[in-house]
């Protein structure tokens, strides 16, 4: 990012399935990446030129609360979200708004993806140029570390072996379901809980 820029993403949201039914939760490639976090309603905000060195990185997390513990398990706590993301300031996500309206009046370009929890930058800084975060973030995400490069492999291993397993005992009249058991079994074994 430029000088003078700032780097604002969300989290995906829970996509409902049917009712009160949600698909499985999948992070935003991009949060995740830079986080390690995969819990609803995150912010990340960067701000490489920011005068106070601790507010370079900001982590926005959901306060948990009882009803969302009860139905969504515990949330992150501030000790969870560091340990995870390895980013020092962590606040609740309460304090999104107040930290932007001081942050980007003063910033030239934002750049932005994800979903933004209850905020529209558009409307709420109609001066704001709005850049995809996505023009940097896919290509550092292409250059892969020796342990992203031994995952991938032991990955591709897996699934190999599920799909020759499948070959083996497939049939006429076999079904759907029972090709699917035969591949969930076979990574099911290569990941022991």
């Known amino acids: 990012m430029g000088k003078g820029s700032v780097g604002i993403i969300g989290s995906n949201k829970s996509m409902p399935r049917t009712g009160d039914l949600y698909y499985p939760f999948r992070q ?41 513990a009860l139905w969504n398990g515990p949330g992150l706590t501030f000790k969870e979200a560091i340990q995870q993301s390895g980013i020092s300031q962590v606040r609740w996500l309460d304090e999104l708004t107040g930290f932007l309206e001081e942050l980007i009046p003063s910033r030239a370009k934002v750049y932005s993806g994800g979903t933004l929890p209850k905020e529209n930058l558009t409307e709420q800084f109609p001066d704001t140029i709005l850049t995809p975060l996505s023009q940097l973030t896919t290509y550092l995400r292409m250059v892969k570390e020796l342990e992203e490069l031994e995952q991938m492999k032991k990955a ?38």
Not at 55 to 65: A, C, D, G, S
Not at 161 to 184: D, G, H, N, Q, T
């Open 28 to 68: 935003h490639s991009d949060l995740f990446y830079l986080t390690g976090i995969n819990q609803e309603e995150s912010v990340l905000v960067l701000a490489s030129d920011h005068n106070k060195q601790p507010l370079q990185e900001v982590l926005f997390i959901k306060k948990p609360t009882t009803k969302s």
């Open 156 to 193: 591709s291993g897996i699934t190999k072996s599920a799909f020759l397993r499948v070959l083996k005992m497939m049939k006429p009249e076999i079904w759907e379901y029972e090709v699917e058991a035969e591949i969930i079994d076979e990574i099911i074994g290569n990941f022991p809980l």
